[in-house]
């Protein structure tokens, strides 16, 4: 009937915490947390033993209530206009059987569960836009088995769509099939008795179609929107616009086009531990990421240290050179003639320039081929 990844409920529960699913005909059946699947999930009868042909409409966590007090109830609500409260505590007890919590009429269908976790008026809605508000006390607890009361008035072929708690300062968030919204304050919907005929919610056109659902918040929560043909899309409270009791509201942008089967409210309840200052553990958690990213910059660091050593290697090779100038001191000492020619080669050619510039070699080469003349004349003349 809708796409197979369409969610039909949302809940937020601790692993070890346990849920429970709630289907058309009236049953509910217990799952533990820690036994659904993280990632791919898994068929609800492979968990809960249901067959295929059973429709779940709600799920819901639910802690199991301790001491002797009467604990938090559920109010249950037919498409045919039924109600009634079952006690959390009796649901606990018969838990381990998957009992039957009210026991609906051939043609009526379960369509929805409420936790009422306060004694606030209870608000309910039709598929019409006809709402009612009436206190909780209308509704009494009844056993699993009973059928309930009469929850108000429907006119011909209209049923019930959705139910909240009328706590001071929320606001109902009103959706129908063909994408249009409206945010009404609770405070503008009059008290009555249950089983009245309820007042205008939502004046619809052909264009609005019928109302799809209605959640009652008070704070911002996860909104999705399961749409019959498509992917499930977000939407936000604020994108809902202000309206008053009995107004048109108006498309959302987001449902343009859109036909729109049921709106999810997923508020994540801040669960308590047995210790009371048992909130302060999940700070702990975020400390472990900061510790990767020290890691990072570690690494980057040894790379130039690395390359500042080849650096430092460098200046010992200049060193080299100046041993090489004391070697040349006791050269000069030696009077060998090729010594020094030899080392001139090696050297620089700014040091041979030198030894040849220098005029002493040549006159002392001079007066020596002088006098050798001079002797040989004097010799022949006196051979002669």
Same mark, same amino acid.
């Given at each position: 009937?809708?796409?197979?990844?369409?969610?039909?409920?949302?809940?937020?529960?601790?692993?070890?915490?346990?849920?429970?699913?709630?289907?058309?005909?009236?049953?509910?059946?217990?799952?533990?947390?820690?036994?659904?699947?993280?990632?791919?999930?898994?068929?609800?009868?492979?968990?809960?033993?249901?067959?295929?042909?059973?429709?779940?409409?709600?799920?819901?966590?639910?802690?199991?209530?301790?001491?002797?007090?009467?604990?938090?109830?559920?109010?249950?609500?037919?498409?045919?206009?039924?109600?009634?409260?079952?006690?959390?505590?009796?649901?606990?007890?018969? %838990?381990?059987?998957? /009992?039957?919590?009210?026991?609906?009429?051939? +043609?009526? &269908?379960? *369509? #929805? $569960? =409420?936790?009422?976790?306060?004694?606030?008026?209870?608000?309910?809605?039709?598929?019409?836009?006809? %709402?009612?508000?009436? /206190?909780?006390?209308?509704?009494?607890?009844? +056993?699993? &088995?009973? *059928? #309930? $009361? =009469?929850?108000?008035?429907?006119?011909?072929?209209?049923?019930?769509?959705?139910?909240?708690?009328?706590?001071?300062?929320?606001?109902?968030?009103?959706?129908?099939?063909? +994408?249009?919204?409206?945010?009404?304050?609770?405070?503008?919907?009059?008290?009555?008795?249950?089983?009245?005929?309820?007042?205008?919610?939502?004046?619809?056109?052909?264009?609005?179609?019928?109302?799809?659902?209605?959640?009652?918040?008070?704070?911002?929560?996860?909104?999705?929107?399961?749409?019959?043909?498509?992917?499930?899309?977000?939407?936000?409270?604020?994108?809902?616009?202000?309206?008053?009791?009995?107004?048109?509201?108006?498309?959302?942008?987001?449902?343009?086009?859109?036909?729109?089967?049921?709106?999810?409210?997923?508020i994540i309840p801040k669960v308590k531990e047995e210790n009371g200052e048992a909130p302060e553990p999940p700070p702990p958690p975020p400390p472990p990421p900061p510790p990767p990213p020290p890691p990072p910059p570690a690494t980057t660091k040894p790379t130039p240290r690395a390359r500042a050593k080849p650096a430092t290697a460098d200046p010992p090779a200049p060193a080299a050179p100046k041993p090489a100038p004391r070697t040349q001191s006791p050269q000069p000492t030696t009077k060998p003639p090729t010594h020094p020619t030899t080392q001139q080669t090696n050297q620089p050619t700014t040091k041979p320039t030198e030894p040849t510039n220098q005029p002493t070699n040549k006159p002392t080469t001079q007066p020596t081929t002088l006098e050798t003349i001079k002797r040989r004349v004097q010799?022949?003349?006196?051979?002669?």
């Open positions: 009937r809708r796409t197979a990844d369409a969610p039909i409920a949302m809940a937020a529960a601790p692993a070890r915490e346990s849920v429970f699913l709630f289907t058309a005909a009236g049953q509910a059946v217990q799952v533990r947390v820690h036994q659904i699947p993280g990632e791919e999930g898994a068929q609800v009868g492979e968990i809960t033993g249901l067959r295929g042909e059973e429709e779940v409409v709600a799920m819901l966590a639910l802690p199991q209530p301790e001491g002797e007090g009467a604990g938090p109830n559920l109010f249950l609500y037919t498409r045919e206009g039924r109600c009634k409260r079952i006690a959390v505590a009796e649901l606990w007890a018969a %838990a381990h059987n998957s /009992p039957i919590v009210i026991n609906v009429e051939e +043609g009526d &269908a379960l *369509a #929805g $569960v =409420l936790l009422c976790d306060s004694v606030d008026d209870l608000l309910l809605i039709t598929r019409l836009g006809q %709402a009612i508000r009436f /206190p909780q006390e209308d509704a009494r607890v009844m +056993g699993l &088995a009973a *059928a #309930g $009361v =009469l929850a108000m008035k429907l006119s011909a072929g209209d049923q019930l769509a959705g139910a909240g708690l009328c706590r001071s300062g929320r606001e109902a968030l009103i959706l129908t099939t063909h +994408g249009f919204g409206a945010r009404v304050p609770v405070a503008q919907f009059p008290v009555q008795k249950r089983y009245g005929g309820g007042v205008a919610g939502l004046r619809l056109t052909k264009n609005h179609g019928a109302v799809a659902a209605m959640a009652v918040v008070d704070e911002e929560p996860e909104m999705f929107v399961v749409l019959n043909k498509g992917p499930m899309r977000v939407i936000r409270q604020g994108d809902f616009p202000e309206s008053s009791r009995a107004g048109r509201g108006r498309q959302l942008a987001a449902l343009a086009d859109a036909e729109v089967e049921q709106l999810l409210a997923l010799k022949q003349k006196d051979q002669k």
